[in-house]
């Protein structure tokens, strides 16, 4: 099973994010139950939950809160179908996925091989847990529509998480390490 490190935000930054999620979502009538916020920093293959997560609270220790810049709209064309922010690859934010990515492999963790070639990017809808397919019309429409938007923002990640993938709120935390205060 695949496991997820991702990014998460404090609550201002959530809320101006999910203000766009939601116009999209509700349009085109995609969730019952709308998908959780975040920017994926890793993929892990079946890992040893309790090493990977100690490994990553070792990374994670001495970073504090931080920002990250959302700066436009990347869309993933079919089968993805997916409208995303695009997250630049700055700062603490590219730094701490590398360094995620890098001591995982040196552990021997099956985690993306390359990521260099990763958009690090925040899904505001897509195809997986959607209540029904969206035709490639409206993902278009969707796609241009965000794009229109012009989003140019700093954003404040509060805390880094280790998700199972099932939309399931309740069920999908596995591990939550929040960032140190400045």
Not at 47 to 73: C, H, M, Q
Not at 88 to 116: C, M, P, S, T, W
Not at 157 to 169: E, H
Request: aromatic share 12%; with cysteine; hydrophobic share 40%.
């Amino acid at each position: 099973m695949k496991y997820y490190l991702v990014a998460l935000f404090d609550r201002d930054s959530y809320s101006y994010i999910e203000r766009i999620q939601k116009n999209i979502c509700r349009k085109y009538r995609l969730y019952k139950n709308m998908p959780v916020l975040h920017i994926t920093l890793e993929v892990v293959e079946n890992p040893d939950i309790d090493k990977l997560w100690k490994i990553v609270s070792e990374i994670v220790n001495p970073y504090k809160k931080f920002r990250a810049k959302i700066n436009g709209t990347i869309c993933f064309e079919p089968p993805y179908k997916s409208v995303n922010l695009k997250v630049e690859h700055k700062g603490y934010i590219i730094r701490l996925a590398r360094q995620i990515n890098d001591k995982l492999k040196l552990y021997k963790f099956d985690v993306r091989k390359d990521i260099e070639n990763w958009d690090l990017h925040i899904s505001l809808a897509n195809t997986n847990y959607a209540m029904r397919e969206w035709s490639s019309k409206e993902y278009a429409a969707a796609c241009e529509s965000v794009k229109r938007e012009g989003v140019n923002k700093m954003v404040r990640i509060d805390r880094i998480a280790l998700w199972k993938p099932i939309n399931n709120k309740k069920e999908m935390l596995i591990r939550n390490l929040p960032l140190k205060n400045f």
